[in-house]
């Protein structure tokens, strides 16, 4: 799972970098995902080089990911209602961030949530 993190980090990453620089580089809080990123990137390179504390660091990183749902939900709304009803939103940029950013995250608590369950069974 330390591995898909870091994978994780670097996708948010480019989210983040891409949003930046498609909003021509004067909206820095289009970096957000890329600071989500860096935090799984820390997460996974934590959970690889101490063993010992991996549970723990993926608990407390699958937390970060929900939030990270929780705060970009509203970009993946907006997406869907611009490709059914044709509604284009206000910051078309910031809306594809913000849905690419709760999919990842999304994927990753799933992936993260099978993890945990095969660790328990293998116990």
Not at 14 to 42: E, K, M, S
């Amino acid at each position: 799972m330390p591995i898909i993190t870091m994978l994780t980090g670097v996708l948010l990453a480019l989210i983040g970098v891409g949003g930046y620089l498609a909003t021509g580089q004067t909206h820095l809080t289009a970096l957000i995902p890329a600071a989500f990123g860096l935090l799984f990137v820390l997460a996974g390179v934590v959970a690889r080089t101490w063993p010992g504390s991996r549970k723990h660091v993926m608990h407390v990183i699958v937390s970060v990911a929900l939030l990270a749902v929780f705060g970009t939900v509203g970009g993946l709304f907006r997406l869907v209602n611009w490709g059914i009803a044709g509604v284009a939103p206000e910051r078309p940029a910031a809306a594809i961030a913000q849905g690419l950013t709760a999919v990842v995250c999304a994927v990753f608590i799933g992936l993260a949530v099978r993890s945990f369950i095969l660790a328990r069974r293998a116990r």
